[in-house]
C-alpha cells in the first residue's frame, strides 16, 4: 500500500503528514541551452499539474560519465498527487519532449531531464519503471537536493534516510556548487 506519509523517520516532514495524496520526489537536471531557465520552466509546469510543491537548491555537476558536455544543473522537486505513477513518469517524459530532448545516447547532453526518484512508499520494477530510482543514492547531485526537501526521507527498499546516504558518501552542502537556495527555482526574476 502507498502511504501518504511513505516510510518516513518520525518526525520527518514526510511522515504522516497531512497532504491528501502521495509525496513524490522527481529529479531536474539539464545543461543545454539556459539550464536554470529549463529548469525553471519545469518546475512552473509541475506546479499547474500538481499544485503547490517544494524545490531543492540548484546544483552544479559534472557530466556524470566525465565526457565533454556542459557542467549540469540538478535540483529535486517533492510534490504532493494521488496520479498513479505511471501518469507521473509521462507528463515527466512530456517536459522533456518540450524542452527538446533527444534520446541519442545514455549520459548524453540534454536540456531537460525528468527522473521519478521516489513514489510514496512504492518499490517496484517494470519494464518501463523502477522505483525507487535504482541510482539515486549513488549521485550527489540527487542526494544533496533531496537532503534540502527532506532529510529524513527513507528509501523504502534500502531502509536508509537520505541524508545518511550523503553522510556515508561523505556528501556534504560543499560537495557540490549550490547555484541557488531552496524554494527559489522558479520564482526568480526574469523567469517569468
Known sequence: MIGTGGPAAPGSEAAGGGDAGVPVFLGLGANL??????????????????????????????????????????????????????DVLAFGARLEDEAGRVR?????????????????????????????HPRWARRPFVVLPLVDLDPLWVDPSSGRSVASVAVERGWTDGSLTRVLPPGRLGAQDGDS
Open 33 to 86: 541551452g539556459d539550464p536554470l531557465a529549463q529548469l525553471a520552466r519545469a518546475v512552473r509546469a509541475l506546479t499547474v499539474r500538481f499544485g503547490d510543491l517544494r524545490t531543492s537548491g540548484v546544483y552544479r555537476s559534472r557530466p556524470e560519465d566525465g565526457s565533454r558536455q556542459p557542467d549540469y544543473l540538478n535540483a529535486a522537486v517533492r510534490l504532493t498527487t494521488l496520479e498513479p505513477p505511471d
Open 104 to 132: 541519442a545516447r545514455v549520459h548524453g547532453a540534454r536540456p531537460l531531464d525528468v527522473d521519478l526518484l521516489f513514489y510514496g512508499d512504492l518499490v517496484c520494477a517494470t519494464p518501463r519503471l523502477t522505483l525507487p
